[in-house]
């Protein structure tokens, strides 16, 4: 079993940074891959970020690239997002998400088995 517990997020106005973090525990060795989820009201759940635990490569929705970072602490069992050049758009509340199947798509909820409980980031312009 695996827990994971995001950082409290936070209100920021258009243009600001934001970093979360998501701790993991549990059983270390059952996932291999690590992502971040958002979901806005009134709309469906979007992945943002997802990150190989075993040699930090990672991936982006084409809405983020280039203004958000995901990163990984092994030693801390922690993963991070890092969010710069911030928008109201980007409002939402955000997820952390563990999983393990081989030849999931890391985009897809489906390819994940552990979520966090969420943490709302908001956006103001």
């Known amino acids: 079993q695996v827990q994971l517990v995001e950082s409290r997020g936070g209100s920021v106005q258009a243009g600001n940074s934001l970093r979360l973090a998501c701790a993991a525990s549990?059983?270390?060795?059952?996932?291999?891959?690590m992502g971040w989820f958002r979901q806005a009201p009134g709309k469906e759940r979007e992945f943002v970020a997802a990150i190989i635990w075993r040699n930090g490569s990672s991936n982006y929705a084409d809405s983020v690239k280039g203004r958000f970072t995901i990163s990984r602490d092994n030693t801390k069992n922690t993963m991070y997002l890092q969010m710069n050049s911030l928008k109201p758009e980007d409002t939402a509340v955000y997820y952390c998400?563990?999983?393990?199947?081989?030849?999931?798509?890391?985009?897809?909820?489906?390819?994940?088995?552990?979520w966090g409980q969420g943490t709302q980031v908001t956006v103001s312009s």
């Open positions: 549990g059983r270390t060795v059952s996932w291999t891959y």
């Open positions: 998400a563990a999983g393990a199947g081989a030849g999931a798509i890391l985009s897809k909820i489906a390819g994940y088995g552990y």
